[in-house]
């Protein structure tokens, strides 16, 4: 129980904590459940009475739902929100109900939860699932360093506003966590950049490595091949921690001076560039930068005092002191890892993106289809587009792309860049006048929204309202997946609030559409007829007849 | 239109139990009241109403009356009894009882005005009224209507305040012959009791089960020491007739130590004992519902106990389970404490739970000072809902045992609260069956038997003519809950919850059927700390009235009373139209005037009434005036006012075709009263005639309801929703005077389906007054 001076165990901010059911289970043994919580500055004390708490709620609500057991907790002040990001693993969320300090206490579920699961697949992209290092450590210890790590520096820009990351609200109703930010290109562009994917997927007949690649211009992602999680993870990690780099330092004069014994990553993509500039051997340099990022050596080229013009972009906080960091290039135990603070990145001349975040120079490896599959990034960019090319790292990194076919690739970049860049419309090119929507297509976890500034100009009634309606979809949506023998039907509402908007959804199997409409006629007629036409203009007819 | 066969009559007659729609099966009732009704003194009355009946009828069978305005109806109900054109000022003048040696006189003076004359005084002289009733009863076969055939007590009353007095003071049990039942007044048994303890259960259990009668509070309370000596002779008698083998039971007093908590106890003590085979409240309630707590056997380690769709828990702050609604509560202890455990441990870090979410279950928590109550449920209804009927719960608890229970529980946290609950299990479960099936849970309102306006303002005549200092509200209800009048001589009119709670309370058991009772009870709406004391009688069989008075010794007044409605009713044909209103049934959407008939109406009426859903008219006023003015016209255009109108005695054939199989295919509607917090709900018409479609439409109005209303705070309530998805389409419109929901087929056209809305509500709009109770007591909270 708690007792006086635990009034503040709830706090007034965010709580955020991970723990293992499996673990501590003898008493006394509490605190070996906790594998992370945050803030740190929570005594222990306090941290075993809150997962005291959801352990007893979870064994209590698998009495009636042992396959689904607690999600959520509300109470008068706070709500908690799980989730089980692995068997027996759970992840809560706690957040003050109400201002001062908290969200909306009307602000739904799956939006939270969102802020779970994003944070979940942060981790997990950059440093593989608990399962396999609780295999490796059993003592937890390592998953707790990285856990430390990287939702601590996650949820520090989170809470902080930074890197334009926010926590859900009412106002980002029309917007979807975790789902992929898509710009909609016409036929021939897409089938030339499906093309241009076919390319780069021929290197592995010509002997090189299977190749995922994404292409995105703006942040906005116009075609990828990988799985929808991971494409949505790297275009967020994208969007916000290497798009902002790469526009304040894409001149060529912002690479960094390299020294003639450049080794490492930036030896690896320099010498992939010159392949694809058909300089060099390709097969020799990554063997080289290989070899280096074994041996560990330092990466001497980055410049000890960022020059005006090559400035890195990084983080407000120094970088922690290299000291005592052994560089490799297995990041996964090392804690070495800090992709989300103190990253940098800059484009090189020849367009390729390299970064310090992998300390030690190694290079920068991400985890794909949850964990399973690591793969090394590389990025290249070409003015607004940038290709994106994630490698097994059990390939060999020999043969990456044959000079002809690099040559080809380039080509057809400079070719796309003009007509994807013609078709972007601008930062409110997905506008459409008197509609705010967003529309989510659930196969592919793309989406496509108003731009955040005109969904901004919405009442608050009217977001409420959205908000409202998308969280009964939501539990809607929860019941189908209860109920997976029953398929899905199609569902449409129009609600008209009390000033007078029409929120409108239509929902398939697959497909979601939420339109405030707020300069409409009274009528649901007009409405209804405004919704055809946008329907019909905009998604293709894709509820018509639905 | 001619009443409706009796269906039941024959099974009646064989000793069978009564349903609840069946009209009064017995002759003597009919000549009992034909007597009363061509008695001189009740001559007037009958002119009026007959007068009245006249016009109606004239009228095509139902009547016509100008729309007014709430603030008009009270004109409108003296109209209906024949409101003379001299204006207001003679209108109806009601004179409270006088009371003379005789006995209690009613005088009702009736204006006749032009319709028969000048006023009549009549002086209702009371044996001739009380009579008639016991009469009535008294005329039965044996083993007639009522449930027990041998039972020996019948209902009558004290022929005179001399008589009254004298039963008072000696509390004989007079027996009607032929084994009707009367009844007789109740007294304290025990000299234990009158001490404060109450019966013990053994007692109680020894004796008959059925036919008890409720003890008047009077003898409640029987710490007063003239009431005691007065009723010390009754307690011979009384407990006699608790061992008599004719069944009738005299109801333990209450124990004064527990005050009016063992009072209420006590009170309800003999509702378990009454429900027994209560076939025909199932009946009534759908047929598919027994009575009755169910699944005692089960307890928290039970699969099938874990996998029931909706439990509803009462506990004390302490961990002491108070109610389940399945399993025994002794047996779920432990699971009771863990859920006092949860509750207790967020409390503790100064936060209030609220309600936890685990895939289809959602689990609802309410704190009432020390008692916690919980609801668990999968059965996908919104929390807002799960709150509303823990809030119910809560208050059926309070109407048994008031708030004072919560004192006790501060004062004691281990106080056995099971003593004074003993016997109410058929009010929960009656209630747990209302949370499924009654639209007035989700609406916060009651609903009237549809009726004609002459006939429902007869009956409020009628209720509003007793004077009782005491009376707080007098109820006539039909089947399933259904009111036929309500009025509130205090000008305070009941919260609809508290009207659910008490139709809950009085339809929970049969046996208020079998004799008339006296029973406290706390509208905690009203207020949750007092006690009233509610007389419950059924007139007919589908016709029970309810007093409901301050006045813990008001049981011999009110029972006056009850005999002088029932004889009012009588004469006025009231009970005729009412089993003609139980046969008929509610409106349906079968009925719906079609397109063309509305059309023809509106070209009739000259006017385009073409506001509704699709333009939304942004008030009343609108389609007040546009009915006010389809009213004169109507009245001048003849047939075709006629045309298309829709209301009760509407015969099918009459209806078009806009319900199943119509253009927008309406399925089924409610209708919201904002004014008088009253709704109306359509019948169940094909394809919904099975339960599980009609658990569907409820389940969906649930829904509907709570996205309409919203979060309460940023979103909410909403003016609009149409909502389609592959079981139905839903509409719901929301205005400042009416709330209209309704389900349609899934393949309805919107456009369709407004136009459809749209007549519906006009068609309401034009018969509320036979829908709704509107006047003359204004019925605002």
Same mark, same amino acid.
């Given at each position: 129980?708690?007792?006086?001076?635990?009034?503040?165990?709830?706090?007034?901010?965010?709580?955020?904590?991970?723990?293992?059911?499996?673990?501590?289970?003898?008493?006394?043994?509490?605190?070996?459940?906790?594998?992370?919580?945050?803030?740190?500055?929570?005594?222990?004390?306090?941290?075993?009475?809150?997962?005291?708490?959801?352990?007893?709620?979870?064994?209590?609500?698998?009495?009636?739902?042992?396959?689904?057991?607690?999600?959520?907790?509300?109470?008068?002040?706070?709500?908690?929100?799980?989730?089980?990001?692995?068997?027996?693993?759970?992840?809560?969320?706690?957040?003050?109900?109400?201002?001062?300090?908290?969200?909306?206490?009307?602000?739904?579920?799956?939006?939270?939860?969102?802020?779970?699961?994003?944070?979940?697949?942060?981790?997990?992209?950059?440093?593989?699932?608990?399962?396999?290092?609780?295999?490796?450590?059993?003592?937890?210890?390592?998953?707790?360093?990285?856990?430390?790590?990287?939702?601590?520096?996650?949820?520090?820009?989170?809470?902080?506003?930074?890197?334009?990351?926010?926590?859900?609200?009412?106002?980002?109703?029309?917007?979807?966590?975790?789902?992929?930010?898509?710009?909609?290109?016409?036929?021939?562009?897409?089938?030339?950049?499906?093309?241009?994917?076919?390319?780069?997927?021929?290197?592995?007949?010509?002997?090189?490595?299977?190749?995922?690649?994404?292409?995105?211009?703006?942040?906005?992602?116009?075609?990828?091949?990988?799985?929808?999680?991971?494409?949505?993870?790297?275009?967020?990690?994208?969007?916000?921690?290497?798009?902002? %780099? *790469? @526009?304040?330092? $894409?001149?060529?004069?912002?690479?960094? =001076? !390299? /020294?003639? &014994?450049?080794?490492?990553?930036?030896?690896?993509?320099?010498?992939?560039?010159?392949?694809?500039?058909?300089?060099?051997?390709?097969?020799?340099?990554?063997?080289?930068?290989?070899?280096?990022?074994?041996?560990?050596?330092?990466? %001497? *080229? @980055?410049?000890? $005092?960022?020059?005006?013009?090559?400035? =890195? !972009? /990084?983080? &407000?906080?120094?970088?922690?002191?290299?000291?005592?960091?052994?560089?490799?290039?297995?990041?996964?135990?090392?804690?070495?890892?800090?992709?989300?603070?103190?990253?940098?990145?800059?484009?090189?001349?020849?367009?390729?993106?390299?970064?310090?975040?992998?300390?030690?120079?190694?290079?920068?490896?991400?985890?794909?289809?949850?964990?399973?599959?690591?793969?090394?990034?590389?990025?290249?960019?070409?003015?607004?587009?940038?290709?994106?090319?994630?490698?097994?790292?059990?390939?060999?990194?020999?043969?990456?792309?044959?000079?002809?076919?690099?040559?080809?690739?380039?080509?057809?970049?400079?070719?796309?860049?003009?007509?994807?860049?013609?078709?972007?419309?601008?930062?409110?090119?997905?506008?459409?006048?008197?509609?705010?929507?967003?529309?989510?297509?659930?196969?592919?976890?793309?989406?496509?929204?108003?731009?955040?500034?005109?969904?901004?100009?919405?009442?608050?009634?009217?977001?409420?309202?959205?908000?409202?309606?998308?969280?009964?979809?939501?539990?809607?949506?929860?019941?189908?997946?209860?109920?997976?023998?029953?398929?899905?039907?199609?569902?449409?509402?129009?609600?008209?609030?009390?000033?007078?908007?029409?929120?409108?959804?239509?929902?398939?199997?697959?497909?979601?559409?939420?339109?405030?409409?707020?300069?409409?006629?009274?009528?649901?007629?007009?409405?209804?007829?405004?919704?055809?036409?946008?329907?019909?203009?905009?998604?293709?007819?894709?509820?018509?007849?639905? | 239109?001619?009443?409706?066969?009796?269906?039941?009559?024959?099974?009646?007659?064989?000793?069978?139990?009564?349903?609840?729609?069946?009209?009064?099966?017995?002759?003597?009732?009919?000549?009992?009241?034909?007597?009363?009704?061509?008695?001189?003194?009740?001559?007037?009355?009958?002119?009026?109403?007959?007068?009245?009946?006249?016009?109606?009828?004239?009228?095509?069978?139902?009547?016509?009356?100008?729309?007014?305005?709430?603030?008009?109806?009270?004109?409108?109900?003296?109209?209906?009894?024949?409101?003379?054109?001299?204006?207001?000022?003679?209108?109806?003048?009601?004179?409270?009882?006088?009371?003379?040696?005789?006995?209690?006189?009613?005088?009702?003076?009736?204006?006749?005005?032009?319709?028969?004359?000048?006023?009549?005084?009549?002086?209702?002289?009371?044996?001739?009224?009380?009579?008639?009733?016991?009469?009535?009863?008294?005329?039965?076969?044996?083993?007639?209507?009522?449930?027990?055939?041998?039972?020996?007590?019948?209902?009558?009353?004290?022929?005179?305040?001399?008589?009254?007095?004298?039963?008072?003071?000696?509390?004989?049990?007079?027996?009607?012959?032929?084994?009707?039942?009367?009844?007789?007044?109740?007294?304290?048994?025990?000299?234990?009791?009158?001490?404060?303890?109450?019966?013990?259960?053994?007692?109680?259990?020894?004796?008959?089960?059925?036919?008890?009668?409720?003890?008047?509070?009077?003898?409640?309370?029987?710490?007063?020491?003239?009431?005691?000596?007065?009723?010390?002779?009754?307690?011979?008698?009384?407990?006699?007739?608790?061992?008599?083998?004719?069944?009738?039971?005299?109801?333990?007093?209450?124990?004064?130590?527990?005050?009016?908590?063992?009072?209420?106890?006590?009170?309800?003590?003999?509702?378990?004992?009454?429900?027994?085979?209560?076939?025909?409240?199932?009946?009534?309630?759908?047929?598919?519902?027994?009575?009755?707590?169910?699944?005692?056997?089960?307890?928290?380690?039970?699969?099938?106990?874990?996998?029931?769709?909706?439990?509803?828990?009462?506990?004390?702050?302490?961990?002491?389970?108070?109610?389940?609604?399945?399993?025994?509560?002794?047996?779920?202890?432990?699971?009771?404490?863990?859920?006092?455990?949860?509750?207790?441990?967020?409390?503790?870090?100064?936060?209030?739970?609220?309600?936890?979410?685990?895939?289809?279950?959602?689990?609802?928590?309410?704190?009432?000072?020390?008692?916690?109550?919980?609801?668990?449920?999968?059965?996908?209804?919104?929390?807002?809902?799960?709150?509303?009927?823990?809030?119910?719960?809560?208050?059926?608890?309070?109407?048994?045992?008031?708030?004072?229970?919560?004192?006790?529980?501060?004062?004691?946290?281990?106080?056995?609260?099971?003593?004074?609950?003993?016997?109410?299990?058929?009010?929960?479960?009656?209630?747990?069956?209302?949370?499924?099936?009654?639209?007035?849970?989700?609406?916060?309102?009651?609903?009237?038997?549809?009726?004609?306006?002459?006939?429902?303002?007869?009956?409020?005549?009628?209720?509003?003519?007793?004077?009782?200092?005491?009376?707080?509200?007098?109820?006539?209800?039909?089947?399933?809950?259904?009111?036929?009048?309500?009025?509130?001589?205090?000008?305070?009119?009941?919260?609809?919850?508290?009207?659910?709670?008490?139709?809950?309370?009085?339809?929970?058991?049969?046996?208020?059927?079998?004799?008339?009772?006296?029973?406290?009870?706390?509208?905690?709406?009203?207020?949750?700390?007092?006690?009233?004391?509610?007389?419950?009688?059924?007139?007919?069989?589908?016709?029970?009235?309810?007093?409901?008075?301050?006045?813990?010794?008001?049981?011999?007044?009110?029972?006056?009373?009850?005999?002088?409605?029932?004889?009012?009713?009588?004469?006025?044909?009231?009970?005729?139209?009412?089993?003609?209103?139980?046969?008929?049934?509610?409106?349906?959407?079968?009925?719906?005037?079609?397109?063309?008939?509305?059309?023809?109406?509106?070209?009739?009426?000259?006017?385009?009434?073409?506001?509704?859903?699709?333009?939304?008219?942004?008030?009343?006023?609108?389609?007040?005036?546009?009915?006010?003015?389809?009213?004169?016209?109507?009245?001048?255009?003849?047939?075709?006012?006629?045309?298309?109108?829709?209301?009760?005695?509407?015969?099918?054939?009459?209806?078009?075709?806009?319900?199943?199989?119509?253009?927008?295919?309406?399925?089924?509607?409610?209708?919201?009263?904002?004014?008088?917090?009253?709704?109306?709900?359509?019948?169940?018409?094909?394809?919904?005639?099975?339960?599980?479609?009609?658990?569907?439409?409820?389940?969906?109005?649930?829904?509907?309801?709570?996205?309409?209303?919203?979060?309460?705070?940023?979103?909410?309530?909403?003016?609009?929703?149409?909502?389609?998805?592959?079981?139905?389409?839903?509409?719901?419109?929301?205005?400042?005077?009416?709330?209209?929901?309704?389900?349609?087929?899934?393949?309805?056209?919107?456009?369709?389906?407004?136009?459809?809305?749209?007549?519906?509500?006009?068609?309401?709009?034009?018969?509320?007054?036979?829908?709704?109770?509107?006047?003359?007591?204004?019925?605002?909270?």
């Amino acid at each position: 129980m708690f007792s006086a001076k635990n009034e503040s165990v709830w706090g007034e901010a965010l709580r955020m904590y991970v723990f293992d059911l499996r673990r501590g289970r003898q008493e006394g043994q509490e605190a070996e459940k906790i594998l992370f919580f945050y803030p740190r500055e929570v005594s222990l004390d306090q941290q075993k009475l809150m997962v005291g708490l959801s352990e007893g709620l979870l064994t209590f609500t698998k009495l009636f739902s042992p396959d689904q057991p607690c999600e959520a907790l509300y109470t008068e002040k706070h709500r908690h929100i799980f989730f089980e990001c692995e068997p027996s693993v759970w992840m809560v969320l706690v957040v003050k109900r109400g201002s001062p300090g908290g969200v909306d206490p009307t602000l739904r579920d799956d939006a939270l939860r969102a802020v779970l699961q994003e944070a979940y697949r942060i981790f997990v992209f950059f440093n593989g699932d608990f399962e396999n290092l609780l295999a490796r450590d059993p003592s937890g210890a390592a998953l707790r360093q990285l856990l430390d790590r990287t939702l601590s520096d996650h949820l520090h820009n989170l809470l902080g506003g930074k890197r334009g990351q926010h926590l859900p609200s009412l106002g980002t109703g029309l917007s979807e966590r975790g789902c992929l930010a898509h710009l909609p290109v016409d036929r021939h562009t897409s089938l030339s950049v499906q093309s241009l994917f076919g390319l780069v997927q021929t290197a592995q007949y010509q002997g090189g490595p299977s190749l995922n690649s994404m292409l995105l211009y703006s942040g906005l992602c116009v075609a990828s091949t990988l799985q929808a999680s991971d494409a949505a993870t790297l275009q967020w990690y994208i969007r916000n921690y290497i798009a902002t %780099s *790469s @526009r304040r330092s $894409s001149l060529p004069s912002a690479m960094p =001076p !390299v /020294s003639s &014994a450049s080794t490492g990553f930036k030896a690896g993509v320099r010498s992939l560039f010159s392949n694809m500039t058909g300089g060099g051997s390709a097969a020799a340099a990554h063997r080289s930068a290989s070899q280096n990022s074994l041996q560990g050596t330092p990466d %001497s *080229s @980055r410049p000890a $005092s960022p020059g005006p013009s090559g400035e =890195p !972009v /990084s983080d &407000a906080e120094s970088i922690p002191s290299r000291e005592g960091l052994t560089a490799q290039c297995e990041p996964s135990t090392s804690g070495q890892v800090r992709p989300l603070r103190g990253a940098s990145w800059w484009r090189q001349a020849d367009g390729w993106m390299v970064t310090d975040a992998w300390r030690g120079g190694v290079q920068p490896s991400v985890y794909l289809e949850g964990g399973r599959k690591r793969a090394w990034l590389h990025i290249y960019q070409q003015s607004g587009l940038m290709l994106v090319l994630l490698l097994p790292v059990d390939n060999q990194l020999t043969s990456l792309l044959p000079p002809p076919l690099l040559e080809k690739i380039t080509a057809r970049l400079r070719s796309l860049e003009a007509v994807v860049a013609n078709q972007f419309g601008g930062p409110n090119g997905t506008h459409v006048p008197g509609y705010r929507y967003l529309y989510v297509d659930r196969s592919t976890e793309k989406m496509q929204a108003s731009p955040a500034g005109k969904a901004g100009t919405l009442a608050k009634e009217s977001l409420a309202a959205l908000n409202q309606i998308r969280g009964e979809k939501d539990e809607e949506k929860a019941s189908a997946k209860l109920s997976p023998s029953i398929p899905e039907s199609s569902t449409e509402v129009y609600l008209r609030a009390q000033n007078n908007a029409w929120v409108v959804v239509k929902k398939t199997d697959t497909h979601e559409l939420y339109v405030v409409l707020e300069r409409v006629s009274e009528t649901l007629v007009a409405a209804s007829e405004m919704m055809d036409r946008f329907d019909t203009d905009i998604l293709g007819g894709l509820f018509q007849g639905g | 239109m001619a009443p409706p066969p009796l269906p039941n009559e024959s099974k009646r007659e064989n000793g069978g139990s009564s349903g609840p729609n069946t009209v009064h099966p017995t002759a003597a009732a009919a000549q009992a009241a034909a007597g009363a009704a061509s008695s001189a003194a009740m001559a007037g009355v009958m002119l009026a109403l007959k007068a009245l009946k006249t016009t109606a009828e004239s009228n095509g069978g139902v009547e016509q009356r100008p729309r007014r305005r709430q603030g008009e109806l009270q004109n409108r109900g003296k109209n209906a009894v024949g409101e003379p054109e001299g204006g207001p000022a003679a209108g109806v003048k009601r004179h409270r009882k006088k009371r003379n040696g005789a006995g209690q006189g009613v005088r009702l003076d009736v204006p006749m005005g032009g319709l028969e004359g000048p006023m009549v005084s009549l002086q209702g002289g009371p044996p001739g009224r009380f009579q008639s009733s016991s009469k009535a009863l008294a005329g039965l076969p044996k083993g007639g209507s009522l449930e027990k055939p041998k039972r020996g007590g019948g209902a009558q009353g004290s022929d005179s305040g001399a008589s009254r007095r004298e039963g008072l003071g000696l509390g004989s049990i007079d027996r009607g012959e032929g084994g009707a039942q009367r009844f007789d007044t109740q007294r304290p048994e025990r000299t234990d009791e009158e001490s404060g303890q109450a019966g013990s259960p053994a007692e109680r259990a020894a004796a008959p089960s059925s036919a008890i009668l409720q003890a008047p509070p009077v003898a409640a309370k029987a710490s007063s020491p003239e009431i005691h000596k007065e009723l010390g002779d009754a307690n011979v008698q009384s407990q006699r007739g608790g061992q008599d083998a004719d069944g009738v039971q005299i109801e333990d007093p209450p124990g004064v130590g527990e005050g009016y908590l063992g009072s209420s106890g006590s009170a309800v003590e003999g509702l378990s004992e009454r429900s027994t085979s209560d076939s025909s409240l199932a009946e009534a309630r759908g047929g598919c519902w027994t009575p009755g707590k169910k699944h005692t056997d089960e307890d928290d380690s039970s699969e099938s106990w874990r996998k029931r769709k909706r439990h509803f828990f009462i506990l004390s702050n302490a961990g002491k389970p108070i109610y389940s609604r399945y399993g025994d509560e002794h047996k779920l202890a432990g699971f009771s404490a863990t859920l006092q455990a949860i509750m207790s441990y967020v409390e503790n870090s100064k936060d209030t739970i609220h309600s936890i979410r685990a895939g289809a279950h959602k689990i609802v928590f309410m704190a009432r000072g020390p008692i916690y109550l919980v609801a668990i449920s999968a059965t996908g209804e919104p929390e807002s809902s799960l709150l509303r009927k823990l809030d119910l719960l809560y208050g059926q608890l309070i109407s048994i045992l008031t708030d004072s229970i919560e004192r006790t529980f501060r004062r004691n946290q281990k106080f056995d609260v099971h003593s004074l609950l003993g016997g109410t299990e058929p009010v929960f479960a009656s209630l747990m069956h209302v949370f499924s099936w009654d639209y007035a849970v989700l609406l916060r309102a009651f609903t009237c038997l549809p009726l004609p306006y002459a006939a429902r303002q007869a009956a409020g005549v009628a209720l509003q003519e007793i004077a009782s200092p005491g009376l707080v509200f007098g109820l006539l209800l039909a089947p399933a809950g259904k009111i036929i009048s309500l009025v509130a001589p205090r000008r305070t009119p009941p919260h609809p919850d508290d009207v659910l709670l008490l139709c809950n309370f009085v339809g929970a058991s049969e046996s208020f059927r079998t004799s008339e009772s006296f029973v406290p009870l706390c509208l905690y709406r009203y207020n949750p700390s007092a006690f009233l004391y509610a007389y419950v009688g059924y007139l007919e069989p589908e016709v029970c009235l309810v007093l409901l008075t301050s006045q813990q010794d008001g049981f011999f007044h009110l029972k006056e009373c009850r005999a002088h409605i029932e004889q009012s009713l009588r004469i006025t044909g009231v009970f005729r139209e009412v089993a003609a209103a139980v046969t008929r049934g509610g409106l349906r959407v079968e009925e719906v005037p079609s397109a063309s008939a509305a059309a023809q109406r509106r070209l009739a009426a000259g006017t385009e009434t073409g506001e509704g859903i699709g333009s939304l008219p942004s008030s009343r006023s609108s389609i007040t005036a546009s009915n006010h003015t389809l009213r004169q016209k109507q009245t001048a255009s003849g047939d075709a006012s006629t045309s298309g109108r829709w209301g009760p005695g509407r015969s099918r054939d009459e209806g078009l075709s806009a319900g199943l199989g119509g253009p927008a295919g309406i399925w089924h509607f409610l209708y919201r009263h904002t004014a008088v917090d009253q709704y109306l709900a359509s019948e169940y018409s094909p394809p919904l005639e099975t339960r599980a479609a009609q658990k569907r439409v409820f389940q969906t109005y649930q829904r509907l309801l709570a996205s309409m209303q919203g979060d309460g705070a940023k979103s909410g309530p909403h003016r609009m929703q149409y909502r389609r998805d592959s079981e139905f389409v839903m509409l719901a419109w929301s205005t400042s005077d009416f709330d209209f929901y309704a389900v349609f087929d899934p393949l309805a056209d919107k456009d369709a389906a407004i136009a459809v809305c749209n007549r519906v509500c006009t068609s309401i709009r034009q018969i509320e007054g036979d829908l709704f109770q509107t006047g003359p007591v204004p019925l605002a909270w």
